[in-house]
């Protein structure tokens, strides 16, 4: 199998696996906003952050480093996951003494009746993580895939017995994030028969050491990069109260459909990186790939900023809480702001392929300094939109910054001009859908007609490819 048809084969089976457990997770956001009032909703961000900020920090990021050494042949896979799981053992053990510490930073103080909970989340969280990279590194995509929907399915039913039927608000969220990671750490661990890759006298200090120096810089990274997402909210519940930080926190979740084109993607494309990073026609390779992965990505965001008030009606519900209704307006530049997200990680596979994650780090760093000091200037000034605008601004930053740095590592061909060009066009729908001028409509119909115009070329080749595929499979069934 070459690796277009690897890339294009694990692609639909993390398409398969991923698409309905990522539509059920944003339809869960439905049930949030029906249950859970605004303020309570940012306490609900603050708790998944405040998790995905503790979790690479005490587990030192080793999850990269699964993926990275497990597909490279050279390790022994065993002592890659044994070596592995001791050091994140230790590390969460150090964690479960530090999150009570957490009640004594402002900020965090009205969590502390979660503390318990907290630590047990964040170590389900890790756990299942880890057992999951390890069956990615072992290119079980196929068990992989069927995990994510079973996790989804049993989040959706714990979800549904501890907030809709209980009324546990928040402390019913937790308690189903984790039952439903234990849950599918129990599946992946005797379904993948990872028992007998763990063995103590596996462990392997010398690994570990290389381990820890490829991931070490990606500690950083991660933090600042979760925080510069939910830094807009912290500055809103500072400067506007905590009910406008969870109407903002609402609004985040409509672009996670744009996130979730690219999760799927990503999650292929990452794997292809790192195999294909020595061969001979690598840039090339990601050439084709990042065009035709660009080009669905703006299409793609123009279509839901296009759609965006129904969207947001189907995936908040204002029936309960009303305040939510008006979090549609401060969705487009956050869309906006996905789609340049999308691409930034893209860009950071480069790193993690070409073992340079300390440029990840450095241009994550810029974005993150823009947005406190956007969000600082912006927010009095336009409100809650002033935080939106901050997110895109950044995250376009950390794009141009890392579309010159990392080529100099992979030295692939990309047409700035249609890059450009289709985020001004984006800018301008964003426009149309903020402000709703008369016809505006029919303005973000031209817009969007431009813009799959600029990039449809770049997907012509992969959409004849699958329809000569589908042509073959037709002429053998008859």
Known sequence: MNKYKNLAFNTIIFTIGSFSSKVISLFLNNLYTKHISPSQLFAKSLLETLALFLIPVFTFSLGEAIIRYGLDNKYDKKKIFTTTSIISLSGLMLMAAVVPLLRFIPVFSSLRS?????????????????????????????????????????????????????????????????LSDLCSAIFLFFSA?????????????????????????????????????????????????????????????????????????????????????????????????????????????????????????????????????????????????????????????????????????????????????????????????????ATFLSYFLCFIIRIIDSRRFVPFRYNPFSTYAGTALILLMCCFAIFRPTYHILGELALLAVITSIFISRLMPLLASILRKLSKVWQRSK
Not at 156 to 162: A, D, E, G, R, V
């Open 193 to 389: 028969g990872l028992k007998r890759f763990f063995n103590v006298n596996s462990f392997s200090f010398s690994l570990g050491k290389s381990m820890l120096r490829f991931c070490i810089p990606l500690i950083p990274t991660t933090v600042i990069w979760t925080f510069t997402g939910f830094s807009d909210q912290l500055f809103i519940g500072g400067m506007k109260g905590e009910g406008d930080a969870g109407i903002y926190a609402a609004a985040v979740k409509v672009p996670n459909l744009i996130s979730m084109l690219s999760t799927i993607f990503f999650q292929a494309w990452n794997m292809s990186a790192i195999t294909e990073n020595e061969s001979k026609d690598r840039n090339v390779f990601y050439e084709k790939v990042y065009g035709a992965y660009e080009s669905v990505l703006f299409i793609g965001s123009a279509a839901l900023i296009l759609i965006v008030k129904p969207v947001s009606a189907l995936l908040i519900n204002y029936s309960v809480y009303p305040e939510y209704s008006k979090s549609y307006i401060y969705t487009p530049l956050l869309i906006a702001a996905a789609l340049f997200t999308c691409l930034d990680l893209f860009l950071a596979s480069i790193y993690t392929a070409t073992n340079h994650t300390k440029n990840a780090f450095i241009t994550i760093l810029a974005a993150f300094i823009l947005n406190i000091l956007l969000n600082y200037l912006l927010i009095p000034i336009f409100d809650i939109q002033g935080a939106a605008l």
């Open 114 to 178: 979660y503390g318990l909970l907290l630590i047990i989340y964040i170590f389900c969280s890790a756990l299942r993580a880890e057992f999951s990279q390890f069956v990615r590194a072992r290119e079980m995509v196929k068990l992989f895939s069927f995990d994510g929907i079973l996790t989804t399915l049993m989040l959706l039913l714990f979800n549904i017995l501890f907030i809709s039927h209980l009324g546990l608000g928040v402390k019913g969220f937790m308690i189903s994030n984790i």
